[in-house]
């Protein structure tokens, strides 16, 4: 039983519209436009009827919250949230929740549409989701953060479970706070519940392998295409060391990749002669940033997506390979580990100068992957050794990578376009052998 607390409100799904203004105002541009026009590309390719396009696009549910939380000073404030819940034709909606300054609506919305597609390719049993709270965790202590992760969790908690809607991290979210976040749950439902989250620390019931699953499913991709077009090893510049860049760093480093330049917020750092992504991470937790690490010469974020390296690897946040940025990148192949980075005219100008490109829901679906792990784990009660996770984990990319490159093949289109054509036919079939579409 749930205890009494105001529900999420939720908003009727709006209905889709053909994309017109991708750019707002301030200059963000907007990533559910890019998700839909992703969406009409495939329309076109796949015959798609109008009711099929519409449900691909469309979210099933919309919950809007604002909800209060104490402040360190007494202060009480209050803090808007969302979680869109997109498409459940497939199992459970699934994704992570995001807490940053700049999350609107839109953005969680394309998040959200994106895990439908990235489970469906990834061939997992689940939909997809996303959540969301504008706020700047840097600000907040660690009270106001656990706080803060415990109050989203109240007002979410009768949309989700472990057979209904499961989140994770996402950008500026952990296994601690996964960890508050259980806890909540589990208060409010007055069972364990483990399966209702993933990301969880080992000690919580989390998996092996989790923390660094979003990077070595990109590596295990990059490493197909690279044995694909007979490529060796090379230089790679990686934009963000958060949790998927640090890890890509490591993994390519140990792979005989050479890591040319790395970045996050504050900017970025190159060294031809290569960099040792373990001592640039312990440089980063000492100063907050990788800026200032010895014998590197600092550029700006920009610089590092123009750098002439084999592989690009963007893994910071969405629309950062704009179409300016395309005409300046100056690699063999990019794989995007960070959800929605590249805007769909960069795409077609990285198409065009022939540069490979392994899309965000192929190239990061090892994170959701190893999470759907960890909750088959949870669900049974019995916890696998990192060789039982990893060794499935390959398999599971290899045969996703293979999916999406045969299906480029067949249709004559990049990857992306691949990858989208293989996710919509897996959600369709589901929706019509549910009679939710005509058959
Ligand atoms: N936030 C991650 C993603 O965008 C992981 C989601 C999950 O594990 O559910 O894929």
């Given at each position: 039983?749930?205890?009494?607390?105001?529900?999420?409100?939720?908003?009727?799904?709006?209905?889709?519209?053909?994309?017109?203004?991708?750019?707002?105002?301030?200059?963000?541009?907007?990533?559910?436009?890019?998700?839909?026009?992703?969406?009409?590309?495939?329309?076109?390719?796949?015959?798609?009827?109008?009711?099929?396009?519409?449900l691909?696009?469309?979210?099933?549910?919309?919950i809007?919250?604002?909800?209060?939380?104490?402040?360190?000073?007494?202060?009480?404030?209050?803090?808007?949230?969302?979680?869109?819940?997109?498409?459940?034709?497939?199992?459970?909606?699934?994704?992570?929740?995001?807490?940053?300054?700049q999350?609107?609506?839109?953005?969680?919305?394309?998040?959200?549409?994106?895990?439908?597609?990235?489970?469906?390719?990834?061939?997992?049993?689940?939909?997809?989701?996303k959540?969301?709270?504008?706020?700047?965790?840097?600000?907040?202590?660690?009270?106001?953060?656990?706080?803060?992760?415990?109050?989203?969790?109240?007002?979410?908690?009768p949309?989700?479970?472990?057979?209904?809607?499961?989140?994770?991290?996402?950008?500026?979210?952990?296994?601690?706070?996964?960890?508050?976040?259980?806890?909540?749950?589990?208060?409010?439902?007055?069972?364990?519940?483990?399966?209702?989250?993933?990301?969880?620390?080992?000690?919580?019931?989390?998996?092996?392998?989790?923390?660094?699953?979003?990077?070595?499913?990109?590596?295990?991709?990059?490493?197909?295409?690279?044995?694909?077009?007979?490529?060796?090893?090379?230089?790679?510049?990686?934009?963000?060391?958060?949790?998927?860049?640090?890890?890509?760093?490591k993994?390519?480093?140990?792979?005989?990749h050479?890591?040319?330049?790395?970045?996050?917020?504050?900017?970025?750092?190159?060294?031809?002669?290569g960099?040792?992504?373990?001592?640039?991470?312990?440089?980063?937790?000492?100063?907050?940033?990788?800026?200032?690490?010895?014998g590197?010469?600092?550029?700006?974020?920009?610089?590092?997506?123009?750098?002439?390296?084999?592989?690009?690897?963007?893994?910071?946040?969405?629309?950062?390979?704009?179409?300016?940025?395309?005409?300046?990148?100056?690699?063999?192949?990019v794989?995007?580990?960070?959800?929605?980075?590249?805007?769909?005219?960069?795409?077609?100008?990285?198409?065009?100068?022939?540069?490979?490109?392994?899309?965000?829901i192929?190239?990061?679906?090892g994170g959701?992957?190893?999470?759907?792990?960890?909750?088959?784990?949870?669900?049974?009660?019995?916890?696998?050794?990192?060789?039982?996770?990893?060794?499935?984990?390959?398999?599971?990319?290899?045969?996703?990578?293979?999916?999406?490159?045969?299906?480029?093949?067949?249709?004559?289109?990049?990857?992306?376009?691949?990858?989208?054509?293989?996710?919509?036919?897996?959600?369709?079939?589901?929706e019509?052998?549910?009679?939710?579409?005509?058959?």
């Open positions: 039983m749930f205890r009494e607390q105001r529900p999420g409100k939720i908003t009727p799904a709006p209905a889709p519209h053909v994309p017109t203004v991708v750019e707002l105002p301030h200059g963000k541009l907007n990533a559910y436009e890019n998700a839909k026009k992703q969406v009409s590309k495939i329309a076109g390719i796949l015959k798609l009827t109008e009711n099929e396009t519409k691909l696009v469309t979210p099933r549910r919309i809007t919250i604002n909800f209060p939380v104490k402040l360190d000073s007494g202060r009480i404030k209050l803090f808007q949230g969302y979680r869109v819940q997109h498409n459940d034709s497939r199992g459970p909606f699934k994704g992570g929740i995001r807490f940053h300054p999350v609107d609506l839109d953005e969680v919305k394309a998040l959200a549409f994106w895990m439908s597609m990235k489970c469906a390719v990834a061939g997992i049993p689940y939909g997809g989701g959540g969301g709270v504008i706020v700047d965790p840097k600000q907040l202590s660690k009270d106001e953060l656990e706080a803060l992760s415990r109050g989203y969790i109240r007002e979410i908690a949309f989700i479970g472990p057979d209904k809607d499961v989140p994770a991290p996402d950008v500026y979210t952990d296994s601690q706070i996964m960890s508050w976040m259980l806890d909540e749950y589990e208060t409010i439902v007055n069972h364990h519940a483990p399966g209702v989250i993933t990301g969880k620390p080992l000690d919580l019931g989390g998996s092996k392998v989790r923390d660094y699953a979003t990077a070595m499913g990109g590596a295990i991709c990059l490493r197909e295409l690279m044995k694909a077009l007979k490529l060796k090893p090379g230089k790679v510049a990686i934009q963000g060391f958060g949790n998927a860049g640090s890890f890509m760093a993994i390519l480093h140990s792979w005989k050479k890591i040319v330049a790395v970045s996050d917020s504050k900017g970025g750092i190159v060294n031809e002669r960099l040792d992504p373990a001592e640039v991470l312990q440089h980063k937790e000492r100063t907050g940033s990788v800026v200032g690490f010895r590197a010469r600092k550029v700006s974020n920009e610089d590092v997506l123009a750098l002439p390296v084999d592989v690009l690897v963007p893994a910071a946040l969405e629309n950062q390979i704009t179409h300016t940025v395309a005409h300046t990148v100056n690699a063999k192949i794989v995007e580990l960070a959800n929605g980075p590249t805007t769909p005219d960069a795409d077609e100008i990285l198409r065009r100068r022939g540069i490979h490109l392994i899309p965000d192929l190239a990061n679906s959701v992957s190893t999470s759907y792990f960890e909750w088959a784990q949870n669900l049974q009660g019995y916890y696998w050794t990192e060789a039982d996770v990893l060794g499935k984990l390959d398999p599971l990319m290899v045969s996703a990578f293979n999916d999406v490159f045969n299906a480029s093949k067949q249709h004559r289109v990049d990857m992306r376009t691949g990858a989208f054509v293989v996710a919509a036919q897996k959600i369709l079939k589901a019509r052998l549910r009679g939710r579409l005509k058959q």
